[in-house]
Nanobody
């Protein structure tokens, strides 16, 4: 069974930075591609970023390129999402997701395991 626990969210100001973490309780963490999604109030969940099993390849939604950085530490079964230059439109619940796959996907339906989410609120 895979358990994912996000942390690091909070109330932030525009222009600030934040690092989210997602700790995975799973064997063979390096077999999983990992991703971050977010869901803003009244909106559908959207893809944010994904990372390959070894961490060499990363993928981003166009809306976050240049401000978000996804990374992983396979020794600690953890992925991260560094968010710089926070904007009010980054306000959302951020979820991490995991799947055993060769290549990360951008669709939520392609991930079997999800965390409970962490709230990020950015004030203007």
């Amino acid at each position: 069974q895979v358990q994912l626990v996000e942390s690091g969210g909070g109330l932030m100001q525009t222009g600030g930075s934040l690092r989210l973490s997602c700790a995975a309780s799973v064997r063979a963490f390096s077999a999983y591609v990992m991703a971050w999604f977010r869901q803003a109030p009244g909106k559908e969940r959207e893809f944010v970023a994904a990372i390959s099993r070894g961490g060499m390849n990363t993928y981003y939604a166009d809306s976050v390129k240049g401000r978000f950085t996804i990374s992983r530490d396979n020794a600690k079964n953890t992925i991260f999402l560094q968010i710089d230059n926070l904007l009010p439109e980054d306000t959302a619940i951020y979820y991490c997701a995991a799947e055993v796959a060769a290549v990360p996907a951008r669709r939520g339906i392609d991930y079997s395991y999800w965390g409970q989410g962490t709230q990020v609120t950015v004030s203007s």
